[in-house]
């Protein structure tokens, strides 16, 4: 932490123990690998990092990725990476994708911010694990983290005129 609040929120209510890494500023905002290394206990499933960080833009080296792939190593766990951000530079300089570095490395990004296609909520999973893609494609639900139309159409039924007349004014951009 800081980080995007689905990487935790979502593991927590299916009953996940999550145990967070708090970033510091002191620390360029970058995982204490230390504490990392305490956190990693054996029966740990999964280690997952966001690079860059979502809020604060820290990115992680390639040496650092290995101490993490070396961490997960030793418990036999997974270590998924939000990648969201990671073409998205300033001196096009990006981190290696953390599937490239760890046969039980799992990427996860989407179209939303490198490409401005947040509206399209388009995203996809990579790793060489295929049980993990047969996993995903077992238990997929649909679901949103944006839900504006359908709140437009919830409060249109219950008469709400401003509503109404927001939905006349967006309809003239589609």
């Not at 230390?34 to 690079?51: F, H, S, Y």
């Not at 990004?109 to 399209?120: D, E, N, Q, R, W």
Request: proline share 3%; net charge negative; aromatic share 8%.
């Amino acid at each position: 932490m800081p980080t995007y609040q689905q990487l935790y929120s979502i593991p927590e209510s299916f009953g996940a123990d999550l145990k967070l890494l708090h970033l510091s500023e002191k620390n360029g905002f970058l995982p204490d690998l230390d504490e990392l290394r305490a956190l990693a206990v054996p029966g740990t499933k999964m280690i997952c990092i966001n690079n860059p960080n979502n809020p604060t833009g820290a990115l992680m080296s390639k040496d650092m990725l290995m101490q993490i792939v070396e961490i997960a190593k030793s418990v036999g766990a997974y270590v998924m990476c939000d990648e969201v951000y990671r073409h998205l530079t300033q001196d096009d300089v990006w981190s290696e994708s953390i599937v490239d570095l760890y046969d039980k490395g799992i990427s996860v990004s989407s179209m939303s911010k490198v490409f401005s296609l947040a509206g399209i909520r388009l995203g996809w999973i990579a790793t060489h694990d295929k049980s993990v893609i047969k996993s995903c494609l077992s238990h997929r639900d649909y679901n949103l983290v944006s839900c504006g139309i359908f709140k437009i159409c919830g409060l249109e039924k219950s008469g709400d005129g401003a509503i109404i007349q927001a939905k006349i004014f967006l309809e003239g951009f589609l």
